[in-house]
């Protein structure tokens, strides 16, 4: 099908003016003012609207295995709620059990992908058992796969933590073959004996989860990261960050002339640590790291316009209400993790763009065009350029609307965000040419997602 996009206030990273947009073959074919209506099968009346770049989500877990149940959004339902709220692409990441191979996790994750998802998508590969072994499989990852960005925990012993040692090594080979190495960055020590603790006093309500992960334990893993990072000169990023102590690892790493990519999401952005005093409903909100204090949100917006922090993710990972259950009586065994998947470019347009924090310029650039360069994709996708992949959201400024797990299309029976009043909806949603969401109805099938190969980090970096 042939698109024309007209009269639409076309965003992108550089501009921003009145004008028409020609879709044809899946690309982008023409961009201007006053282009022929015999041009297109299909003319959409934009006036009013803002039309940008698909939204891309780098930081989603779907269908994942985790504290002894899986996260409760699939392929066809994570990625179906992406595109509703205008998000057209996620990374997901796929996690290596300790004593296989990174083979055997990607075989598992495209059975579990491959022909199920309604968005496009592609992988991080998360290293949880780096040895000799490994080490041999990076290259054909990177080469032959697409896959070229590789997640690694400092924390959660035992299960998908790996140590300095392993790190230094990971990260010497994926530079060698012109990857990324990302990192959750938090001192799983200091916080295994925090647990611990608290347990043995028997605290044990959510608010603990938060207790046993304080600033510094985020601070000073993301400082350590930073210095291996430098010392090897792969190119590095730390994902969720949360916090001032964090942030202010990355400034100070600035100060030598290195760059460290940054990752936030939006609950860091606009929720605070107050909701954990809410007695068990504060499971709800238990993912690590934890939410933080207001004087971190407002380190995180500055750190947006310093440059400091390229994307707003959202480490999607839900749990139904049975199963954050689970840790009732122990904090320690409430499934991490909160549903945001659908809501991401919602919330950041209406608590940034409509309040003043950031302009629509940055608003492109957090929640699509920096994901876009960062992971090897542009200017395939994340643009509105000739050639692009037409991946398009027109989104009403004006309208708006209630949060609500009465109308998400999230697979969670409750919403982190029930009640939020939102300034600004994504109306129709426009992925590799075909319109996906139209005025809220769906238009593709399960499976028209494609997986997405990945250019080599070092040509960016």
Request: net charge negative.
């Amino acid at each position: 099908m042939s698109i024309l996009v007209k009269n639409g206030h076309i965003v992108t990273v550089s501009e921003d003016f009145v004008g028409d947009l020609l879709i044809r073959n899946g690309k982008v074919e023409a961009i201007g003012t006053n282009l022929s209506d015999s041009e297109a099968e299909r003319i959409i009346d934009a006036t009013g609207k803002l039309v940008m770049p698909g939204g891309i989500d780098p930081h989603v877990h779907l269908d994942m295995p985790f504290m002894g149940t899986f996260s409760s959004d699939n392929y066809s339902s994570g990625t179906l709620a992406a595109l509703h709220g205008g998000t057209t692409m996620v990374i997901d990441f796929i996690l290596q059990t300790q004593g296989k191979s990174l083979n055997d996790a990607l075989r598992e994750w495209r059975a579990r992908s491959d022909g199920n998802a309604f968005g496009d998508y592609s992988f991080h590969m998360a290293v949880t058992d780096f040895n000799d072994e490994t080490a041999k499989e990076i290259k054909d990852i990177i080469d032959k796969e697409g896959i070229t960005s590789f997640k690694t925990f400092m924390a959660y012993k035992g299960a998908l933590m790996i140590d300095d040692g392993q790190m230094v090594g990971l990260m010497k080979e994926v530079k060698r073959h012109g990857g990324m190495v990302t990192v959750h960055a938090t001192n799983g020590d200091m916080i295994d004996a925090l647990i611990a603790k608290h347990k043995s006093e028997g605290k044990l309500s959510p608010l603990y989860h938060y207790l046993s992960q304080p600033e510094v334990t985020e601070a000073e893993a993301s400082g350590r990261f930073c210095d291996m990072a430098n010392y090897t000169g792969v190119p590095a990023y730390i994902v969720h960050m949360t916090c001032e102590g964090a942030l202010n690892a990355v400034r100070s790493a600035s100060v030598r002339n290195q760059k460290i990519f940054v990752e936030t999401c939006i609950q860091y952005l606009i929720l605070d640590a107050s909701l954990y005093e809410k007695d068990f409903e504060g499971a709800k909100w238990v993912m690590s790291p934890p939410l933080r204090q207001k004087k971190d949100q407002e380190a995180l917006w500055a750190g947006i316009n310093q440059g400091l922090i390229q994307i707003v993710g959202t480490d999607h990972c839900p749990f139904n209400w049975y199963q954050k259950l689970m840790g009732k009586d122990d904090f320690s065994k409430i499934p991490n993790g909160h549903p945001a998947i659908e809501h991401r470019m919602e919330l950041l347009y209406s608590e940034g763009v409509a309040k003043g924090k950031i302009s629509l310029n940055k608003y492109v650039e957090l929640s699509s065009t920096n994901s876009a360069k960062i992971f090897g994709m542009y200017p395939q996708k994340g643009c509105i350029a000739p050639g692009s992949d037409a991946d398009i959201i027109i989104f009403d400024p004006e309208k708006e609307h209630i949060l609500s797990a009465s109308s998400h299309h999230m697979n969670v029976d409750y919403s982190a965000y029930e009640g939020w009043k939102v300034k600004g909806k994504t109306e129709s949603v426009i992925l590799r040419g075909e319109i996906a969401i139209d005025k809220g109805e769906v238009k593709v099938e399960k499976g028209y997602g494609q997986f997405i190969k990945r250019n080599k980090i070092s040509k960016i970096v």
